[in-house]
């Protein structure tokens, strides 16, 4: 884990962004060549099942702004700060309460300030380590247009305390006038951390997402902490009947049970045996004492997996601890990309797991940084745009050191650009890198109290986007560790748009530096008092 403290200086974020883009040549800076290595893969896809008859109407979903929550078609964007503290109702601040916030899009491609959410939403207090806003997700639970929102807080007592750390999920649903809060669902078993990790995707091709919870201190077969995954129907979300969430583990996929797994840290959702039924990633970041697992459990019964291994695993390498679903080879299907930060003594990397119609294959394509450094953290959270075979992605090493007119800064952060092209034939793909620096900016947007020094830890969270293809695009990424106010560690968010081709190889311009929604001051985020330790900036969705 990243470690926290020490304070920040005057300033702002600039970044200075160059892409090596698609055609890459022998005169591309960092260029090397990568070919496919091996890792190891229990268990087996099921026998192919017809795609359910749903399969085009998920395709048509696909096709609108993945964040929309007001209907409008443009971009909005929810980031969540699960450590923040906030005010009960007698005016006393609760530590580590937690809260999301949303910006809502405009038609230049700019956001608008938009809403707070938080408990008080469920007409419940706030209290103490609820850590509302520990996961986000977001989805479409009907076909009214609008994004829904679900926000998991493991923390929650439930049933007015008696349960403690049950955990529960919010659900908030989209609408014209932006998200309203829909329904509160509580756990019933105390120590669980029910909505730790949250995902919503369509696993039965029906109308509406179903909802993926990980409950990660679960105890399975007398195996504490083993962690489960519970899965809600869309007609439940709705509230079109009550009938009760399936229940996953590693034990109902045909693996043995082990104490202290946490199993379901990270989730996503692709389709990792081409049969255009929606699966379930799901990480393990501290199994085998920190090595990690990774496993996809197959849709849409969700009965049969596989599990994926680091051959030289070792303890604190952290396989699982984040992933995307993106296309590394010319097949048109989705591979899981899965992070390990840990990997070569913190230095980080991510393994390209390869899919084919019988699953995982036990190949997959090693991305390390040959410019990251021990201690980095790369590859902490991850982003990516692209298509068949050809990938930009965007990784966070909030733990690389940076030095700063002078001054080294520990843990300062950074985000490393990095181009993935697969070379037809040999299974062989060719890399490139682009550090992102991170400098010292006087932008209009950020408040003049604003200090980012040591343990800034930018890159903490990474947003990638295209907001008019080719040429035009954006990144974000999170900075918990920035002073805000006088506020250690308040956190904060840092967006640069950035203009290139991606068929030239040419350095991209930056068109704008460090705009965004510092010490949750205004025009993102609406009024919020930033306090110290808050960490805004963990999570965000919305590129």
């Known amino acids: 884990m990243v470690q926290r403290g020490g304070l920040a200086c005057v300033g702002l974020l600039l970044l200075a962004v160059a892409f090596f883009p698609s ?4 005169s591309s800076p960092g260029l090397r060549f990568a070919e496919v290595s091996r890792v190891r893969v229990e268990g087996r896809a099921p026998q192919r099942i017809a795609p359910s008859s749903g399969w085009a109407r998920r395709a048509a979903a696909a096709a609108r702004p993945e964040v929309d929550f007001n209907c409008d078609g443009r971009q909005d964007f929810l980031t969540s700060s699960h450590l923040a503290d906030l005010p009960n109702s007698l005016g006393e601040l609760v530590p580590n309460a937690g809260a999301a916030y949303v910006a809502y899009g405009k038609p230049n491609g700019a956001r608008a300030k938009g809403q707070r959410l938080t408990i008080v939403d469920a007409s419940l207090e706030p209290h103490r380590d609820d850590q509302f806003g520990r996961s986000i997700t977001v989805g479409h639970i009907d076909l009214d247009g609008c ?63 179903e909802l993926i919870v990980s409950a990660i201190g679960a105890r399975v077969r ?23 969430p399936q229940t996953v583990t590693r034990a109902s996929l045909g693996f043995k049970p082990r104490a202290n797994d946490f199993w379901g840290t990270s989730l996503f959702a692709g389709d990792f045996n081409h049969d255009l039924n929606v699966d379930i990633g799901v990480g393990a970041e501290f199994a085998n004492d920190g090595a990690g697992i990774f496993n996809v459990v197959y ?30 080879n010319d097949d048109d299907f989705p591979d899981p990309l899965v992070t390990v930060p840990g990997f070569d ?21 090693l991305l390390d940084n040959p410019e990251s450094a021990r201690g980095d953290f ?22 690389t050191d940076l030095v700063l007119d002078g001054d080294l800064l520990a843990e300062g952060g950074g985000v490393n650009l990095i181009g993935v092209r697969y070379l037809k034939g040999p299974d062989a793909y060719a890399l490139s890198w682009d550090k992102v620096e991170i400098g010292r900016h006087a932008g209009p947007t950020r408040p003049q109290e604003t200090t980012w020094n040591q343990t800034t830890h930018s890159g903490w969270a990474i947003g990638l986007r295209s907001i008019r293809a080719p040429k035009l695009w954006e990144l974000a990424y999170g900075e918990p560790g920035l002073t805000c106010d006088l506020e250690d560690h308040s956190g904060a968010i840092a967006f640069t748009r950035l203009k290139f ?43």
């Open 345 to 365: 003594d913190n230095t980080g990397a991510a393994f390209g797991l390869l899919s084919s119609e019988d699953g995982l294959t036990g190949q997959a394509l």
């Open 222 to 244: 007398k195996k504490a902490s083993a962690g489960k995954l519970l899965v809600f129907s869309a007609s439940y979300l709705r509230g079109d009947s009550d009938e009760p």
């Open 501 to 543: 081709d991606p068929d030239r190889n040419k350095k991209a311009k930056v068109l704008r530096r460090g705009a965004g929604g510092s010490c949750y001051a205004p025009p993102l985020f609406p009024a919020g008092q930033p306090w110290q330790g808050d960490e805004f900036g963990q999570n965000l969705l919305g590129f």
């Open 147 to 209: 994004t829904d929102v679900v926000v998991g807080m493991d923390g929650f007592d439930a049933q007015f305390g008696s349960i403690a750390t049950a955990g529960a999920v919010v659900l908030y649903r989209g609408s014209r006038g932006g998200l309203e809060f829909s329904r509160l669902i509580e756990h019933s078993k105390a120590g669980e951390a029910f909505g730790h990790a949250v995902s919503l995707a369509n696993l039965d091709g029906e109308e509406g997402d």
């Open 299 to 328: 849709g849409p019964g969700l009965s049969e997996g596989q599990e994926v291994s680091l051959p030289n695993g070792r303890p604190g390498q952290r396989f699982g601890h984040a992933g995307v679903s993106l296309r590394l």
């Open 378 to 399: 790369d590859w902490w959270d991850v982003d990516h745009i692209g298509g068949p075979g050809h990938n930009t992605l965007a990784s966070g090493a909030p733990g």
């Open 23 to 26: 055609s890459y040549g022998s």
